[in-house]
């Protein structure tokens, strides 16, 4: 999953107050047909997200369309090769595309295409349609999202061969994992970028069967290049909030879904302890307190650091993020562990978060801040206030200010939490209008994405202009920039090896941003009617059914007492 949190995603932060006891006829609640106790085999799957009703829209290039809310966008188009979410530094798994090459600076790739596959109209899939996919995101913008410097595009037999104006080391897994789409249905769309697609066709096993505001039901199709999935009907229920979606994973109406659950254990996991599951496993993306460093005095790394200091992560952990959600960072680097421990510097390895409320009296007293009773004041005598926010459906992360509302006021800071509207507060975060709040970060294969996300001066914009895609504190860091720049283009392992460990050494000893979760790609999910889901034992891919590697577990699942 790409770690940048969309308002669809956003909802899963969502609590309502009152647990329901059952779904209401607004919910959209699926049955169970096909998946009895009766000794049959189960031929259904029930998959659940908490976003309310959906519009029909199929295109999967648009991440508010109901393919991309609900994940069965992922059944119906593939990828050239499967990247494992959670484990992005190991190789790839051929898909669409058997072989694959980079030249040594990573401005060429040659791909090999593979023979045989058909699109669910019946058409082959050739090397012509995956050069056209490309294409279509260079020549659109709007979808190309990662911001893909394409040169050339060529097709040849079977062969696809790519070139790109700079280094694509950091954006590899980006390219590798374009999905698929057939030449002859969208070069008839006006506007890719924008239009609704209602009959999609792709080279997955599945294919769309109905669609209504609540359900999308999608049917096994008859032909497919890979052993054909033992599910024969996937039906995706948008249920209107968290505690519509919570009710129906534990009375067994939902199998399947990437929800917060306060208090998980009883609400979920004892309502069936056999086969009620859940893993969350962490990536390469964080989430933390985002402080305006352009708002004085925030714009002292000395504050900032000593903020850090006194920010209790356990409590975080165990009661915002429900003792599951979101696990703690340690690292004073923001790298998450383990998934990030190979490229932690020698210097930092041992160097873990913890509160120490006497070191930062010391940080603030070093840097001209003088705590008078219980009052923290600047270098000009003025007391230091702040307000945190996030929007005030978002649960786990109001939890985490409230914790940290707490936290600050040990070393005299008196701090407020705004529950704010959520256009409100997207618009606010998007202009720099905000003194700190819980915010994520992008993830990737490397911590790249992290830090660039974070630091990059060429995403920089000035308080009051919008469109950010990052760098929402307005940090202003040209060592932090050329860093980043000498990362992306180096030439070899040393050069980005000493390029990451400048980032890591300006993220502690500056903190533009106080880390305290790492991403999660995580699910819950049901074994009583299918078994064959990744969990530590067995992490071949995310659990998330809103990832890419969604199709792969799909393809990995077996009736439940057939094995």
């Known amino acids: ?14 609590l309502a107050a009152a647990a329901l006891a059952a779904c209401s006829s607004g919910d959209g609640q699926s049955g169970s047909s096909g998946n009895n106790g009766s000794g049959t085999a189960a031929t259904v799957l029930n998959i659940g997200m908490p976003n309310g009703p959906q519009t029909e829209n199929h295109n999967p290039f648009l991440g508010s369309s109901s393919g991309a809310s609900l994940g069965y966008r992922w059944m119906i188009f593939e990828p050239l090769v499967m990247i494992n979410g959670i484990k992005p530094t190991e190789p790839g798994k051929p898909w669409l595309a058997t072989e694959w090459k980079w030249d040594a600076n990573y401005t060429k790739l040659s791909l090999t295409i593979r023979d045989g596959v058909k699109f669910s109209d019946g058409q082959p899939m050739t090397a012509d349609d995956v050069a056209y996919s490309f294409q279509i995101r260079k020549d659109n913008e709007g979808l190309n999202s990662d911001a893909i410097p394409y040169g050339t595009i060529t097709a040849s037999g079977n062969k696809v061969d790519l070139t790109f104006t700079r280094s694509q080391f950091t954006n590899q897994n980006k390219i590798l994992t374009v999905f698929v789409i057939p030449k002859h249905q969208w070069s008839t769309i006006k506007d890719p970028s924008q239009d609704t697609l209602k009959s999609p066709i792709g080279t997955g096993p599945y294919t769309v069967k109905s669609f209504t505001p609540q359900t999308t039901t999608l049917t096994l199709r008859d032909s497919y290049w890979q052993d054909l999935p033992k599910v024969k009907e996937l039906r995706y229920t948008s249920y209107n909030d968290n505690n519509a979606q919570t009710t129906a994973l534990a009375n067994g109406a939902s199998e399947w879904s990437f929800v917060f659950v306060p208090n998980v254990k009883a609400v979920f996991q004892d309502k069936d302890p056999k086969n009620h599951k859940l893993w969350f496993p962490a990536n390469l993306g964080i989430h933390g307190l985002w402080i305006n460093t352009t708002r004085k005095p925030f714009d002292n790394p000395a504050l900032r650091r000593a903020m850090n200091l006194v920010i209790n992560r356990d409590d975080i952990f165990q009661q915002g993020e429900a003792g599951y959600f979101y696990p703690k960072v340690e690292s004073m680097t923001g790298i998450p562990t383990p998934a990030g421990e190979s490229f932690i510097a ?14 930062a009296k010391k940080e603030l007293t070093d840097a001209g801040f003088k705590l008078e009773g219980d009052v923290l004041k600047d270098p000009t005598g003025k007391p ?14 109001i939890t985490d200010l409230e914790i940290i509302k707490d936290n600050l006021s040990t070393i005299g800071i008196k701090a407020t939490v705004d529950k704010a509207n959520q256009d409100a507060w997207f618009k606010n975060i998007d202009e720099g209008n905000f003194d700190a709040a819980m915010h994520w970060t992008n993830g990737g294969a490397t911590p790249y994405d992290i830090y660039q996300n974070i630091m990059d001066g060429k995403i920089l914009k000035p308080v009051g202009k919008g469109g950010v895609s990052g760098n929402y504190g307005r940090f202003n860091s040209p060592e932090a920039t050329k860093a980043l720049d000498q990362y992306a283009n180096a030439a070899d392992d040393a050069a980005r090896t000493t390029a990451l460990n400048t980032l890591q050494k300006i993220m502690v000893e500056q903190m533009p941003i106080i880390p305290t979760s790492a991403s999660n790609v995580g699910g819950l999910y049901s074994t009583k009617n299918w078994v064959g889901w990744p969990d530590e034992q067995n992490q071949y891919g995310p659990a998330q059914p809103t990832q890419q590697n969604a199709l792969q577990i799909i393809l990995n699942l077996k009736p439940a007492g057939t094995q």
């Open 346 to 359: 020698a210097e930092y390895k041992d160097l873990k978060h913890k509160v120490d409320v006497e070191a």
């Open 1 to 14: 999953m790409r770690a940048r949190r969309t308002v669809a995603l956003a909802l899963t932060g969502l």
């Open 384 to 397: 230091v206030t702040i307000t945190l926010t996030d929007p005030a459906g978002w649960s786990d992360y």
